[in-house]
């Protein structure tokens, strides 16, 4: 088995952007990345061999679903992740705690873990960050991530120091939990809020204990973007240099060019696949929204720049048709538009990063969208 | 362009089976063939290349919805029906004849056509026999079906008469308004009911005006599979041997291997997919639902002598795990999987045909069948 390594490649001279690739057991990654979203054991709408089409190098899989239906165990009986849902490239798992404390009302901390309820059937379950650990465990992901408590925005600073504290415990914990012959690489995640000081005292917690990668937490919670891109200011440059760097939960295709703008390695998110299913659809001019009956009529592709397979093969007017007729190939196509505007926005940016000309990207790419909301203005 | 011929290549010493081939413009339809139905201008959950990965020859799509929705004029402007849903191969249109007669007290039936208000808005139409054709051609099927009233089961015999002496007078009124340069084929209905004399009498009537092909309405309309073997045992005698035989809206895999057994060439139904996104699934050895919970554990495909695509990836376990979580993956592999079942089973009666061993595959299938309906009842 190959062992979880990185390397840096590249490093833009006029930022902090970097090019990196992740080596695992199931091939390498490719950074900066994003991943799409499986939540329980599929990307809504997608084929593996549709995500393979579209470059996808790695996928992130859900810990708090999949525990609860079909169960961990029962995905390790099947032979793990991988080979339940046809799989074989890299993934990641998530902890669980980001679910299990967006349940509100559902959900108690203590010190020894999260007692919560099912969204499902409203069972009782305590996840700790052993248990978190197990069920990452028995999924089999390539990385899993440390169990911690994702800090809501606004909180009181003395709350955000109790609970990055307590996360703290938690990841040495998992990292304890995980034992010395972890087959699985294990990421830290930073917390620490929107304070400068309590993120670097989280990150120098969490190296302290050493991990395989550090993620930035407790981002895209309802923060207005300029406050997000503060706290990366702020914390990316805590992060060792030679470990892959994760903003978890991020973002808009602008989130993410500044985050890797300020050192981010690798991204998720729903949105590309959300919004998908709800018609939304991103192009190199900015959004659009295919619902539109501007659309009924329109004989171009989603995106005349765009090459791919929905691009090369239908019509604005037909997927507004199919949109319209709540046909599931609507969400079919407009998932694998979507998801491939993500991953080759990552590959334009991977390049520009290795020629040295991300910062003038950068500026392109932001220049494209200002002209796109202003014409969408008049 | 080449015109529409059926040349019929071999014929079962042993029953009315025939192995036939219809030549259109757009490519060969090996018969006995399956139609796959996409009502919107979509097989529900697939990807045209998945249609063609199945071997599907011809899809189905629906005059009603899709003159409701988006307007057959609109897809005119989109260049037809195989442009705008990226088909390149034969379609067959039905009259939506069934569809408006369908709907009960939104509807009045004149000699002039139906007078139906629209499921989605509401509105005011008259379906004429004219209209009905004028919206195919702006479709542009490689096959038409001729305007007719699907007869419901039961109806007094002076019902029977009536209607089926109406639908042929509305069937030459399909012919003239195709006129003599017509590019492409148009089949007629044959009606009548469960009365012999008068399918009879309409198949002469037909006959009369002359059709490229010849259909059988008015069966899988709620009466007893008995029954319907009946009607066929009477109806395909009457039929012209060097035309396609058409039974609509049929069926079971039973109803088409009884079927072909009476001489039938093309069925369409929406049987398979329907099924699928219920969770119901074909195998060679008869029906399951995959959402019970003697599936969750079970690592073997949907059917171990299956070689398409999902049972050649996924285990029973996964597939009930998506269906039972909603997921869009569920729909899509359980269609690819039922359709890829109805077509490589027709592709099974060719080459029966062909080797002159129908009889005794019709023998096999059922046996299969009632082995499975014991085990199950044990």
Redesign the interface.
């Known amino acids: 088995m190959t062992p979880f390594q990185f390397a840096l490649l590249n490093t833009d001279p006029q930022s902090a952007a970097r090019r990196g690739r992740i080596r695992t057991s199931r091939g390498d990654i490719e950074t900066p990345i994003f991943m799409p979203v499986g939540t329980?054991?599929?990307v809504?709408?997608?084929?593996p061999e549709g995500l393979k089409d579209i470059g996808a190098q790695i996928i992130l899989a859900n810990t708090y679903h999949l525990f609860l239906?079909?169960g961990h165990e029962?995905v390790r009986?099947?032979g793990g992740l991988h080979r339940?849902?046809?799989w074989d490239r890299p993934i990641l798992t998530d902890s669980g705690g980001f679910q299990v404390f967006s349940l509100g009302e559902l959900r108690r901390i203590t010190e020894e873990g999260v007692v919560f309820q099912s969204h499902l059937d409203g069972s009782r379950h305590l996840l700790s960050p052993e248990l978190s650990v197990a069920v990452q465990q028995a999924l089999g992901a390539d990385i899993i991530m440390a169990f911690d408590e994702c800090i809501p925005y606004p909180a009181t600073r003395e709350y955000v120091l109790h609970s990055t504290e307590r996360s703290t415990r938690w990841a040495l914990r998992c990292k304890q939990a995980l034992g010395e012959e972890a087959q699985q690489a294990l990421f830290g995640i930073v917390q620490g809020g929107m304070h400068a000081d309590l993120r670097r005292l989280s990150s120098d917690q969490l190296q302290e204990i050493g991990f395989d990668g550090y993620a930035v937490g407790g981002l895209s919670v309802g923060e207005e973007a300029e406050v997000m891109y503060e706290a990366m200011d702020f914390t990316l440059p805590l992060l060792p240099q030679d470990r892959p760097r994760y903003v978890m939960g991020v973002g808009t295709p602008e989130n993410l060019i500044e985050g890797i703008y300020r050192g981010v390695d690798m991204f998720d998110c729903v949105m590309p696949t959300r919004n998908a299913r709800n018609g939304v659809l991103f192009t190199s001019f900015g959004k659009i929204s295919i619902k539109q009956a501007r659309y009924?009529?329109d004989?171009q592709p989603i995106d005349p720049a765009c090459g791919c397979y929905v691009c090369r093969?239908?019509?604005r007017?037909?997927l507004?048709?199919?949109y319209?007729?709540g046909?599931?190939?609507a969400?079919?196509l407009n998932t694998h538009h979507n998801l491939h505007y993500y991953l080759d926005l990552m590959a334009q940016v991977r390049q520009a990063i290795e020629e040295g000309s991300f910062s003038q990207f950068r500026r392109q790419f932001h220049r494209q969208r200002q002209a796109q909301t202003k014409s969408t203005e008049e």
């Open positions: 329980q054991a599929t809504k709408g997608m084929l239906r079909p029962r009986r099947f339940f849902m046809n009924q009529d004989d093969n239908y019509s007017g037909y507004r048709h199919l319209q007729s046909e599931i190939l969400s079919v």
